[in-house]
């Protein structure tokens, strides 16, 4: 048989388990796993001693495009991504312009061909004013989730109070991600800090309560109207524990932030660099973060890629906004999470890419099985590696990871059959296409 692209000799990361084989991808699309030694291809790549994982997956990413490129683009973003081992990215709504109608979406779809080096799904913002629209948004062309900022962070949208709540919920069918903070508590708080406070005052404002009874309003309203609901970057013992009562209802996500830094060293070593929404909180939490990966209660892995420049960073705290360089580091820093013995790798799959296809019905990826994409991520789980600022492809051109040696390492992604990395090295020009989700 011929393919167009054959990967051999690797590890892969099935389902059911890891197995030596060779796989064989034609016209975009798994076409044979096993021993192909008989069959040619028109590429070749040799995965001995590596393991071939399904392309992996971000499902929550801010590439602020429309915005600033001299921050961040989908172009550079999406390099970023592939760079760092990831086949598929899903891009919030808070740019400027935000994504919040038909227009705006149908601009966004035209925009990614020829730009995105990966796949990509786009989320559409829910407001007070498109309710009406949310339920045909939804099921447009690339479109992965409806996003609802219950709590203000960087941007405009904001969906703060339990009556638009629930009229967002009763409108459309298909499960809403929400950032999860409590409006109200936030703004009642503020007057406590002033500008120059230590950056470590973020966690005192933003404190667990916040979070934690944001999470209960949405979970009492997605109990009333019976709407499925995705807890973006879960960070709270509390909501942890709390969220196992409404698994009916509830999908989880949890950051790597959450899971690696700990505060407040986070913030005293980093300042600005350390700042964002939700933030990063004490050893308790982080804890409580991975024992909820082991008892199968997060459903998703995240970097919340969200990028501001250097000067803006280096504001005093609170005027340095909220947000973290992630897409690039996500794949390399949970490796180095696998070979501590954190967590397996056959369950950082079921987290970074079986995870987001079930929660967001993203179709035809997820998993090395005949007939889905030829997505695949080859990692070296030898290498060790120190993250570097130059390394970063993003325009604002740091990660609060600098310095950082972690063992294991993405050395080629491959997307519908292409590879567009391999050893560092971007490669060809941008194949992206929009994701597919079912309706």
Known sequence: MHHDLIIRGGTLVLPWGEQSADVGVRDGRIAAIGVLSADDAETTIDAKGLHVLPGLIDSHVHLRDPGDPAVETLE????????????TVFDMPNTNPPVVDHERLGWKRGYVEGRSWCDIGLYVGGTKTNIDQLAALERELGVCAIK??????????MVEDDDHIEQVM???HRRIAFHSEDEYRLQAR?????????????????????????TRRLMALARRTGRAAHILHVSTAEELSYLRDFRDLATVEVLVNHLTQVAPDCYDRLGGF???????RGERHRVASWAAINDGTVDTIGSDHAPHSRAAKALPWPECPAGLTGVQTLVPLMLDHVSAGRLSLTRLVDLMAAGPARVYGLLGKGRIAA????DFTLVDMARRRT??????ASPCGWTPFAGTTVQGW?????????????DDAVLGTPVGRLARFQA
């Open 76 to 87: 550079s973003g999406t390099k970023a991504a592939v760079l760092g081992g990831i086949a």
């Open 148 to 157: 609802v900022f219950a709590g203000s962070s960087t941007g405009t949208l």
């Open 170 to 172: 009763r409108a459309g």
């Open 190 to 214: 503020k007057p406590l800090f002033r500008s120059g406070m230590p950056h470590r005052s973020h966690m005192e404002w933003r404190d667990e309560e916040c979070a934690f009874l944001g």
């Open 274 to 280: 350390g700042v964002m929404n939700p933030p990063i």
């Open 371 to 374: 007939g889905y994409d030829g």
């Open 387 to 392: 993250i570097e600022d130059s390394w970063i």
């Open 410 to 422: 993405p050395v080629a992604t491959v997307v519908r059959g292409v590879a567009v990395m391999r």
